[in-house]
């Protein structure tokens, strides 16, 4: 099952557009990292923000994280900061992959980028690998670990890990559906009434800030790292978003990609894992397994779930405006627009229902 489970995930050929300097980036390895031979560079298929390659260097293995090329998005894609964040999280927390080596000089790639450990392991992503099944009893399991997983990440001291400057939670919600409301008008191409009007609720609706955490703000199944039997998560990917600020937040972001059976056609289409499968968890039964274990209050989550539907639909115009304005070729962004619809009027939907 390990293989077949690992195969989605294998590194493939640069693709066209995203090919990295092969010569200037030996002479960078071999200046601060210390390996020596050829430098090999395949590239990682999931994900649609931050690129990912696996970089061989004689016989040392690691992966390299910079931005998407063309991308403009003031603020994002920040490789310092996201070093910055795993170096000192990866002392207090086994499952964050430790950085190895930070380039702020563009010269070298054209973009700042780092380099840290690989971390093996199977990846969950939209479909199943061929040959590879999950029943009931073990769909429940992953469900329970990635709980887990993330109450363990919002109990983490994050002062006494030298992380406590790392944001501001006072103010955390108001700033969130601010910024995440300009962000939208700021790549807006198409008129989509139903993201407009969630995020007037969201303005008018918000809670008061919780007691901070630090968090993920991109918690869901394919940026998690299982062992071979799915027992254990052994590493947590994309940390690009982290920051300090109310962990139902961060569970509302995971509630956002969790699609359930019943849930209307268009978000099985816009799916991002395999939540539907049966004996996975419910929205509702992950809210309550994660006030049982972290011993939170989940009473407002409506917000938060409405919330990270519209964070998640603006993410997906952001990477559109970049497929539509010729910045990036990458053929999944297409339908990109699609997603950022069906998205905002799940929201809508949410909140006229009043529950998640």
């Known amino acids: 099952m390990a293989d077949d489970a690992r ?33 090999e560079v395949l ?26 090329f063309g991308s403009k998005v003031k603020g994002a894609h920040d490789m310092g900061r996201e070093v910055a964040v795993l170096s000192k999280l990866a002392e207090v927390y086994s499952r964050a992959p430790r950085p190895l080596a930070y380039c702020d000089d563009e010269a070298v790639l054209g973009a700042r980028f780092y380099v840290m450990e690989r971390r093996r392991g199977v990846i969950l992503r939209k479909d199943l690998p061929p040959g590879m099944t999950i029943d009931p009893p073990t769909a429940r399991r992953l469900c329970e670990l990635l709980v887990d997983a993330l109450v ?48 007037a609720w969201l303005d ?26 799915l ?8 940390w690009e978003m982290a920051t300090l600020g109310d962990p139902l937040m961060d569970l509302g972001t995971s509630l956002s990609y969790w699609v359930e059976a019943g849930d209307p056609a ?13 004996g996975m968890m419910t929205r509702r039964e992950l809210c309550d397994a994660y006030a ?39 053929p999944r962004f297409a339908m990109f627009i699609q997603g950022v619809r069906v998205l905002a009027e799940q929201a809508r939907a949410t909140i006229d229902a009043g529950r998640v």
């Open 266 to 278: 268009p978000m099985h289409v816009m799916r991002f894992g395999l939540t539907m499968l049966p």
């Open 152 to 199: 363990e990440l919002h109990d983490i001291d994050f002062a006494a890990a030298g992380l406590a400057d790392f944001g501001k939670p006072a103010g955390y919600v108001e700033r969130q559906v601010k910024g995440w409301t300009e962000r939208y008008v700021g790549s807006q191409t198409d008129d989509i009434a139903a993201v407009t009007e969630v995020a």
């Open 292 to 330: 049982a274990r972290s011993g939170r209050s989940v009473g407002t989550m409506v917000f938060y779930y409405a919330f990270g539907l519209f964070k998640t639909a603006v993410v997906a115009q952001q990477i559109y405006y970049r497929y539509a304005r010729g910045l990036t070729t990458d």
């Open 43 to 68: 590239q990682f298929p999931g994900g649609h923000s931050n690129l990912t390659y696996l970089v061989r260097h004689g016989d040392a293995e690691y992966v390299l994280r910079r931005p998407p």
């Open 204 to 229: 008018a609706h918000r809670p008061a800030d919780g007691a901070a955490a630090l968090i993920h703000n991109d918690f869901k199944f394919d940026n998690l790292i299982f062992d071979d039997r």
């Open 7 to 39: 195969s989605a995930d294998q590194p493939r050929p640069m693709r066209p557009g995203e090919e990295l300097d092969l010569p200037k980036l030996a002479a960078y390895l071999d200046a601060h990292l210390g390996a020596r031979g050829p430098v």
């Open 231 to 238: 027992t254990h998560v052994t590493g947590i990917l994309d």
